[in-house]
């Protein structure tokens, strides 16, 4: 069965996690084309609408084609406004392993919004889509992404280089990586059911 053609709907308080929808290209663009909320990734910041658009239909819409979910959208079901997205990229099949990214609109940082998806996701990383390891990294100085993977149950396992290029230049950066490993995933999860 293709489980990541039929990834399940979360409700996570006032937000839902859902599939990303070509639609969703004007809010990405917000958020996408703020430089405060790119500065650590490896992409944007956005100028053109155009940019989410082949954003979307040329990264989220491509993936089940490799065998991977096209990716969450974070939404505010008060507004109904797409915030951000929360995906699984990077699989790395013979560790049975897939890495997760994600991206929040400045306007919802501090609220624990991205802490409670990432914890929401990983069950679906292990027991819908049956991965064994869990990987997140985050550009060293970015303290905020560092504070939701460390409150998510992830462990840090090394730093590496990564040289990133974007619109004002290249730079080299160094990314600190986490991984969640399945068995200890379901370890901790049993042992905080029986407190």
Known sequence: ???????PEIQIGDYRLRTVKKSDYADMFEYGSDPLVTKYLNWGPFVHENEAKRSISGIF???PSKG?????AIVDTLNGKMIGTIDFHSPDRKHQ???IGFVLNRAYWNKGIMTNALKALIPIGFDHLGYQKLKIRHLVHNGQSRRVIEKAGFTYVSTEDLIIEKSDGIRQERLRVYTLDKEDYHGIEQGQRHL
């Open 1 to 7: 069965m293709k489980r990541h053609l039929n990834m």
């Open 61 to 63: 819409m491509a993936r």
């Open 68 to 72: 991977l979910p096209i990716g969450y």
């Open 97 to 99: 392993m897939v890495e």
